[in-house]
């Protein structure tokens, strides 16, 4: 592991991330929905490796270790607060298990703590705190660099910076955006990004709250107003201008979809095809993918900028389908047009 590492990739093109691992642990049935503590870290390694090597092979170029809610605000609520340093620290060894296999970056990773309050001094030390042992234990067990992501307050995204700095870490810091144009401490999200990137974060940007639609507007004038690499991981649903966040989506009939009836605004993976691409195009030099993410999006991600991945081999070929393809037998004739009825 080395500290240039993140530096050297960035300088040779586009990273290309993957994260949603609670989210995908969730659908398997590995992590409570509610909670979404990496219990499975313990108690399902397999199932984390598992998750890692399809990120690998879809072309993911960081393997994050899942430290996501892994702090001790959220295992003390789960009465697992005894197991935060094993967590944490197996969190990292599977993550540079499968990196090893495919020459990937390690990233430990932090996230929005629910406990910090920009009106109330203490809880900085709180969050500080938290930080601190996450990140040392990570340092410890050999990470590339760190990923500070979901940052509601700029207050609490630089308090990680200062963390992973003091560890002599590259960072990567990036805020969520369930508000239209501001940080929950006040600063608009342009402007808190060129803040971080003043502090010396070698990535700054946004992830998970927007689908790419209305991500890539936001993502492209922090692009223009900052020097540094910038990172954009929207989550893979249907955002628009009404509902802008995953949060404020809602079904007919049913309400708030936020978190386990998102499927519907699900995009496909020729949507995140396309993100990956136009992001790519205003100068994201991190692109990637968060909560509600699959190695199919991953794959064709990848195969959009230019990449060739392991699970390329068995990308969709559909000349070869029965029914659908090119070389289908005239026979298959009526079955076709008895799938193009529409009545």
Known sequence: MTAVALADRLAAGTVLGAEGYVFELERRGYVQA?????????????????????????????????????HREKLRQVGRESDLEAMNRQAVRLARQVA???GALVAGNVCNTWAYDPRDAATAGVVRAMYAEQLSWAADEGIDFVIAETNDYLGEALIALEVVQELGLPAMVTLAT??????WDGYDYVEACKILAGHGA????????RGPVTMLPLIARIRDAVDCAVAAQP???RTDDASPTMESLRAEGAGRVFPLALDPFSCTRFEMADFAMAARDLGVNYVGICCGAGPHHVRAMAEALGRTVPASKYSPSMDLHPVLGTTSPSRDREVLDAWNVTS
Do not use: I, S, W
């Not at 369930?178 to 940080?183: E, G, I, L, V």
């Not at 070698?202 to 709250?209: A, P």
């Open 202 to 209: 070698t990535v700054v940007g946004l992830n998970c709250d």
């Open 235 to 237: 989550v893979p649903y």
């Open 34 to 70: 509610g909670a979404f503590v990496p219990e499975a870290v313990l108690d399902f390694p397999d199932a984390v490796v598992e998750l890692h090597r399809e990120f690998l092979r879809a072309g993911a170029d960081v393997m994050v270790a899942l430290t996501y809610y892994a």
């Open 178 to 183: 369930t508000q239209p144009a501001k940080t």
């Open 100 to 102: 090893a296999e495919g």
